[in-house]
């Protein structure tokens, strides 16, 4: 019993392993596009969140639309509210925030002084955390401007979403052929719930 298994793995083992041309070309093709996916992953995700915003926007754009007034300027409109709206959250909330960081590095300034003045600390390590704290910095500087221009990238194409909204929503539909009514359907679903959970 033991060698008629060892026979018929030896035999799988030796067996010659045929892969056609077109397995090959669509294992290649297929690596191909998730390096490509994984190169572009930042555009796919900004174009998700825009995605997401157009949803939130698209009816009161539809509602100012519906009052006779310009796709354009009705965007226009509703990105200035929501400018003003998130200027005013963050004067709230960033007011108490400035006023107790400026009190803290006033008093940490006073701490800093007295522990050099009492010798116990070593200057040379103050200065090589000081260089340390420079480099990190840099990074963050770096971070927060990566953060700005992926905010306006976002804002960029949900006002161009937004204002080709419907072209948009048929061009889909459209790839779905004979059940065109049903993706349409499904697509103002999916766009409801998404605009929905982000009012919310």
Do not use: C
Not at 46 to 51: G, R
Not at 72 to 96: D, E, K, M, Q, R
Not at 103 to 110: P, Q
């Amino acid at each position: 019993m033991l060698g008629w298994f060892l026979r018929g793995i030896i035999s799988l083992m030796i067996r010659r392993v045929d892969i056609s041309y077109k397995t090959i070309i669509f294992i290649t093709v297929f690596l191909l596009l998730l390096w490509i996916l994984y190169h572009i992953l930042d555009v796919i995700l900004l174009f998700f969140v825009s995605l997401i915003f157009m949803s939130a926007l698209a009816p009161m754009a539809d509602k100012l639309v519906s009052w006779k007034i310009p796709r354009v300027l009705a965007i226009i409109t509703l990105y200035l509210l929501v400018i003003l709206v998130l200027t005013g959250i963050l004067t709230v909330g960033f007011s108490p925030l400035v006023e107790q960081t400026s009190s803290l590095s006033l008093r940490l300034v006073e701490v800093v002084n007295d522990l050099l003045q009492t010798n116990l600390v070593d200057r040379s390590l103050i200065s090589q955390e000081l260089t340390n704290f420079s480099k990190n910095l840099i990074g963050f500087l770096f971070s927060i401007v990566q953060n700005i221009l992926g905010f306006i990238s976002v804002a960029v194409i949900t006002f161009y979403l937004l204002l080709d909204r419907g072209r948009l929503e048929s061009y889909v539909a459209n790839l779905f052929g004979e059940r065109q009514p049903q993706a349409e359907r499904l697509i103002k679903r999916i766009e409801g719930k998404l605009g929905a959970w982000l009012r919310g």
